[in-house]
Each structure stands twice: as C-alpha cells, then as structure tokens.
C-alpha cells in the first residue's frame, strides 16, 4: 500500500486515541486496527488476510500508539485463527 494511501485510511485521529487509550498493551493494536478497518469498510475484518502488514505496522508506528510494536499483538499475528470464515 502506498504511502500516502497509509496516511490517509490508517491515522489514527485525535478523538480515535481517546477511545483507544482505555486499552491495554496488545489489545490496544487490536482495537485500533479494528477500528480504522471499521471506520474504512463499514465492517469488520474476515481474516488476517484482509489487512495488510504495512497497515498493522503503520498502526503500530511509536507515533500513533506509543509503546506499541506489530510483533507484540496477537491480535496482528493470529486474527486468522480467531475469526470463523
């Protein structure tokens, strides 16, 4: 995915950080690519295949969420398992 296609679909915006900040480690990943997919699409994610790993690594940039890495979210590595296709 391009750039600026990241920037614009994947940022986390200000009023979203408030929501996302009542999470915890991971989970905090998982909730907020769950809620930019959501905010994109208009539903959730079928699978991990649905998103792209330079997304869950923008997501997970210090920037966005600090603290955060993609390795560290389960939620990134194993959506696939969770989800019933």
């Known amino acids: 995915m391009h750039i600026d296609e990241l920037v614009e679909h994947w940022t986390i915006l200000d009023e979203e950080r408030d929501l996302i900040a009542g999470k915890r480690d991971a989970t905090r990943l998982g909730f907020a690519i769950l809620l930019k997919f959501y905010t994109q699409h208009g539903r959730f994610p ?6 792209a ?3 869950v690594e923008h997501v997970a940039k210090p920037a966005q969420l600090p603290g955060m890495a993609a390795r560290s979210c389960p939620f990134a590595r194993s959506f696939e398992g969770r989800v019933a296709g």
């Open 53 to 55: 790993d330079d997304v």
């Open 46 to 51: 079928r699978g991990r295949s649905e998103l």
